[in-house]
């Protein structure tokens, strides 16, 4: 019994240490050592020459929102876009960004996974593949409920990605 038992707990600590590692690799493949410990927006680390066409994402603002979105933010104005503005986010299990709004248009295109939104108090799930219409304005969150991280492409309707946080976000667990 005894020996059957460290064995079952061997297996669990082998099992959540696999996940965990490929969780890591998730974050370093998306250009993140690790996962960070708060909340941070940093500006590109080399700016980008519009006479390019491939946008890198050392040429991209690159964020993070406690607990689980990590992300990339292209606002059009910098790229050469005169009505685009674009984000990639990787949202980690039981993780989204803070409640808050734009005053432009958003799309999330989401290939794979489950992710809970609000939207102007309008709560709804939603399964991949979706794309989600948030209008100017609308204050709106999301939570990934699926059991792996999904990737969540934000279009926004201008090229200056306009931002006013609300708070947490409601949805997730304390």
């Not at 080399?46 to 603002?61: A, E, G, R």
């Not at 492409?153 to 931002?163: F, K, Q, R, T, V």
Request: a neutral charge.
């Amino acid at each position: 019994m005894r020996r059957t038992l460290i064995i079952l707990i061997f297996m669990l600590v082998l099992g959540c240490a696999e996940k965990y590692e490929k969780l890591n690799t998730n974050f370093k493949s998306f250009g993140f050592g690790e996962i960070p410990d708060s909340s941070f927006w940093n500006q590109p680390k080399v700016k980008f020459d519009t006479s390019n066409y491939i946008i890198q994402p050392k040429h991209l603002q690159k964020y993070y929102d406690h607990p689980g979105e990590l992300g990339y933010i292209a606002e059009g104005k910098d790229y050469g876009f005169e009505s685009l503005s674009i984000f990639m986010a990787m949202t980690l299990p039981k993780g989204g960004p803070p409640l808050h709004t734009h005053d432009i248009d958003e799309l999330h295109v989401v290939y794979d996974g489950t992710v809970e939104y609000i939207i102007n108090k309008k709560q709804f799930t939603a399964k991949g593949p979706y794309i989600v219409k948030i209008p100017a304005g609308a204050v709106h969150a999301f939570v990934n409920r699926g059991g792996t991280p999904i990737n969540v492409l934000g279009i926004l309707s201008e090229n200056i990605a306009s931002y006013k946080e609300f708070g947490p976000n409601p949805m997730l667990e304390n």
